[in-house]
């Protein structure tokens, strides 16, 4: 499917240092989780009304959130592709690491609201009802987070975009906090155990855990992160094929 629709929507999709392609790229990836997203928000939040979890109401509202990352992402490509003029000589590739970082931020604003909600559910207990079409709900949301997930991280990979790397991150934590919202569903309805706000604050505190290392890893190379060795053997060895070029040093890499 992801090979299908690179193929589909996005022209000259092997040439992916050029700047159009990867504004292509950017806006099918943005269009495909915010569409994803809206569907799984109004699929949860029904499944939420009808079991009167709490778990759930948060987890469809995070998809709502992730469906805002997506319209987030998609201005961010869109502005990243602008040409470079007289007050931005560099261009303005920056703004997908501004995109990354807004992403990265939203993610712990999530797991903000889903610990105070969790701890709300624990100290405020109310009865879970269990419904095999909210388990079902919950597990098709399950397998779309999943291919998000290894949809936005091929993308990811395939133009270096930190922005849909952590897209990518953040559709892994949905599955994962889904899964633990449905196991959770699952065993109160067989034990009468009420584990909806507990597993609440287990996902919260993963989702926080996640987002700070997001945002490290998008605000390094807007702060001047070094280049990798890799990077720097290569360029060293380009400069060293001229000939009369005796050594390198000092070199500094602008991103």
Same mark, same amino acid.
């Given at each position: 499917m992801t090979d299908f629709l690179i193929r589909k929507f996005v022209p000259d999709h092997e040439k992916t240092t050029d700047v159009g392609v990867r504004a292509a790229y950017g806006k099918l990836s943005s269009t495909v989780s915010i569409v994803s997203n809206l569907v799984l928000f109004a699929l949860k939040l029904l499944a939420g009304i009808l079991s009167a979890s709490v778990a759930i109401t948060a987890d469809a509202f995070n998809n709502l959130s992730d469906a805002s990352s997506g319209i987030i992402t998609l201005l961010g490509f869109k502005m990243a592709g602008k040409p470079a003029d007289p007050e931005h000589p560099y261009g303005h590739a920056r703004y997908e690491y501004l995109s990354g *970082?807004?992403?990265?931020?939203?993610?712990? +604003?999530? !797991? +903000? %609201?889903? *610990? &105070? #909600?969790?701890?709300? &559910?624990?100290?405020?207990? %109310? *009865?879970? +009802?269990? =419904?095999? /079409?909210?388990? !079902?709900? *919950?597990?098709? #949301?399950?397998? /779309? &987070?999943?291919?998000?997930? +290894?949809?936005? =991280?091929?993308? !990811?990979?395939?133009?270096? #975009? !930190?922005?849909? &790397?952590a897209a990518s991150a953040d559709s892994r934590n949905d599955v994962l906090s889904t899964t633990a919202v449905l196991a959770a569903t699952v065993i109160s309805h067989f034990t009468h155990v009420d584990l909806d706000g507990y597993m609440g604050v287990a996902v919260a505190a993963f989702i926080l855990y996640s987002g700070v290392g997001l945002v490290k890893e998008t605000v390094s190379p807007l702060l001047g992160r070094a280049p990798d060795p890799e990077t720097v053997q290569m360029i060293r060895d380009k400069i060293m094929s001229y000939p009369g070029v005796l050594g390198t040093h000092d070199l500094m890499l602008h991103d």
């Open positions: *970082l807004l992403i990265s931020v939203l993610i712990l +604003v999530i !797991g +903000v %609201e889903l *610990l &105070k #909600s969790g701890l709300d &559910k624990i100290f405020h207990p %109310e *009865l879970t +009802v269990f =419904r095999f /079409v909210t388990a !079902g709900i *919950l597990i098709a #949301s399950i397998a /779309v &987070k999943l291919w998000l997930c +290894v949809f936005n =991280r091929k993308v !990811g990979i395939l133009i270096d #975009s !930190g922005a849909l &790397k």
